[in-house]
């Protein structure tokens, strides 16, 4: 994967991902930070991941964890 299909394939979640950053941190600097985790983890494991993890459900649950 690209970068481009990643864009395409996961930045359309990002407002709502930093929303629940948002409400997991209480604070904008570590929602950010979070969020980026996220995306990070995600661009690493790019090729290893199933289809379903370009879903809003898949994306909550790894920034929870």
Do not use: C, I
């Not at 950053?21 to 494991?45: H, I, P, S």
């Amino acid at each position: 994967m690209n970068s481009a299909e990643f864009k395409e394939r996961y930045m359309p979640f990002h407002r709502q991902l930093y929303r629940v950053a948002y409400e997991l941190t209480q604070n904008q600097q570590d929602a950010e930070d979070l969020l980026q985790d996220v995306y990070l983890r995600v661009w690493k494991k790019r090729d290893k991941l199933p289809p379903e993890s370009a879903s809003m459900g898949y994306l909550t649950v790894m920034m929870r964890n």
